[in-house]
């Protein structure tokens, strides 16, 4: 089945330059010992907002340098077809950006930035599934002062190609559904999944299809997870195993830390973690590929927090240190989407999905995944994801969760490719019950026997 198309709009190569003034002016402010930042808006998403670096005014931006992504859209084809909505009453469609010196932030209810100027882009985005288009690459002038004090603002905005491959779950993950692939109104059953406990005493054992292990690869679960009985409250051995429509197993996500109670709290705390393996298959056997660690973040956004790593395989010696590929926070309340896109990943590192930044081991290169038992390792770091990776929606506390799984086209070379996506979107979203307080119960597929009879 084809892809379904997609169109990432991005926002880069931000930079100002503000001339010194002969004389002091209330609207000219010198961003030197000022921070700026800009808020960038397009019709009917988030607001997003980005840093907007300071040059010496004498300077040339040097566009063969490349800098930053500040912000991306990633628009479907329903959006694009929404955007493009003709009307009588409707303006041509632009991106607006507003700059502003200062620092981010409100101070008791008001911003504290202040604002320099706007800029606004028109979009025409007729035509950006099949080709890339740029829409501005340059400076511009922003203000109101005379001619030749007014700051100038450099930025490129630009529309790329993003097809992508769409699975929906039919059902909650831990109730083991089908997952469909959709392609515009059309949709096929691709995979099943198998929601399970995994006992203590047989911690290798995913699937009848793979219940013969070598005897060396009988260790690797417990360097990546501790199985060991821990007193108090926890959530351990939750397991969901990705089947083709063979029935083969072609992808498994095992939880192996589990979710434990801080101690004096009833919440999965930061410092101490429950965490995923996402396997594949090969030799026989499930090969680590990723680990997910997830927690409850403490404060006032209470959220889902979450690290994703990609697990590279040393030359058949399993190795715990991983390269980090996604962190941020999830509402746990509201949902929102996890996402792996490296689009952000030069120079400064990358930024979430709800804007906070990865850590600087993020732009270390990774490898694509290749088929079932060759994963391309031994060639990193030559191979690398590039760009949007994957995204996966995810429904917050106490709601029907059904998640959509988006892949980039390029990072799909196989049906275990996709399959671990799906596995790992599985693991996200039972993340969020894993981490529910332990002061609330989980309903009754998310609890072993012994747990119901107590």
Same mark, same amino acid.
């Given at each position: ?67 930053p992504i500040a912000a991306t859209f990633h628009l479907s084809k329903s959006d694009l077809d929404r955007l493009a909505g003709k009307s009588i009453f409707a303006k041509k469609l632009c991106l607006k950006i507003s700059i502003y010196t200062g620092r981010r932030g409100t101070t008791c209810g008001v911003n504290s930035g202040r604002l320099l100027g706007k800029v606004s882009v028109p979009l025409d985005l007729a035509g950006t599934i099949a080709k890339a288009t740029v829409f501005h690459n340059g400076w511009i002038t922003v203000g109101k002062e005379a001619k030749g004090s ?198 400064? @590192? ?22 079932? @038992?060759?994963? @391309? ?30 892949? !980039? ?29 332990? !002061? ?15």
């Open positions: 089945m084809d892809p379904c198309p997609f169109v990432r709009l991005t926002v880069g190569n931000l930079a100002l330059k503000i001339p010194v003034a002969s004389k002091p002016a209330r609207s000219v402010v010198h961003p030197s010992s000022s921070p700026c930042f800009c808020k960038i808006k397009l019709k009917n998403f988030p607001l997003q907002n980005a840093v907007v670096p300071f040059i010496p005014p004498d300077s040339n931006f040097p566009d063969s340098q490349v800098q007014s700051a100038q603002f450099h930025l490129n905005v630009k529309a790329e190609p993003d097809p992508r491959f769409v699975f929906q779950f039919d059902g909650e993950p831990e109730c083991s559904p089908q997952v469909f692939q959709i392609q515009g109104n059309i949709s096929q059953p691709v995979f099943t999944c198998k929601f399970s406990f995994r006992n203590t005493g047989d911690r290798n054992q995913r699937s009848r299809s793979l219940q013969s292990e070598a005897g060396s690869s009988r260790s690797w679960l417990s360097s990546f997870g501790s199985e060991r009985e821990r007193p108090g409250k926890e959530r351990k051995g939750w397991s969901i195993t990705v089947h083709d429509l063979s029935g083969s197993p072609v992808a498994a996500a095992s939880m192996v830390t589990p979710f434990v109670a801080s101690p004096g709290s009833d919440r999965v705390s930061c410092s101490n973690p429950g965490s995923w393996l996402i396997l594949r298959p090969g030799d026989g056997t499930w090969k680590p590929w990723g680990r997910l660690e997830a927690w409850r973040e403490r404060g006032g956004s209470d959220g889902l927090g979450y690290r994703f790593e990609l697990i590279p395989d040393t030359n058949g010696g399993m190795s715990a240190a991983g390269i980090v590929l996604a962190e941020s926070t999830l509402s746990t309340n509201k949902g929102g989407k996890f996402v792996i896109d490296l689009s952000s990943r030069c120079g400064n @590192g990358g930024v979430g999905s709800n804007g906070r930044a990865t850590p600087g081991s993020a732009t270390s290169p990774v490898c694509s995944p290749k088929g079932s @038992g060759d994963y @391309g390792y031994g060639l990193w770091p030559y191979c690398v994801y590039r760009g949007f990776v994957m995204s996966a929606s995810v429904e917050g506390e106490g709601r029907c969760s059904k998640p959509t799984v988006e892949v !980039s086209v390029p990072h799909v070379n196989c049906t275990e490719d996709a399959a671990a996506f799906v596995a790992l979107a599985a693991a996200v979203d039972l993340s969020v019950d894993a981490c529910r307080l332990f !002061s609330q119960r989980l309903r009754k597929e998310l609890c072993q026997q012994l747990e119901l009879l107590g």
